[in-house]
């Protein structure tokens, strides 16, 4: 196969993986995106929460939201809070 048709191939891969997580999406996605625009308004947190892969993402999306607009940490299920936040909230 020449990597032409390689690329073309990975591309219908994609875009039908495109097509079914739009396929999916509904009002709990607006709710979502509602729930976030809130806590940058209120200046809040926002906690990110996965394991492995989907942890490694959280973290990117983490540092997206860090910079530019809001507080936010990604936090595996085996992780504690953040040490940055021990001196403004309490331990549980």
């Known amino acids: 196969m020449s990597h032409l048709a390689q690329a073309k191939k990975v591309f ?4 039908a993986a495109l097509k079914a997580v739009r396929a999916r999406l509904d009002k709990s996605f607006d709710c979502a995106v509602e729930v976030i625009v809130e806590a940058v308004k209120r200046r809040g947190k926002i906690i990110v929460v996965g394991i492995g892969k989907s942890g490694n ?3 990117k999306i983490a540092a997206t939201l860090t910079a530019p607009v809001s507080t936010a940490a990604a936090l595996g299920t085996g992780e504690r809070r953040p ?3 021990a001196s403004s909230t309490t331990a549980t």
């Open 12 to 15: 219908d891969i994609e875009l």
């Open 57 to 59: 993402v959280g973290q």
């Open 83 to 85: 040490a940055t936040w």
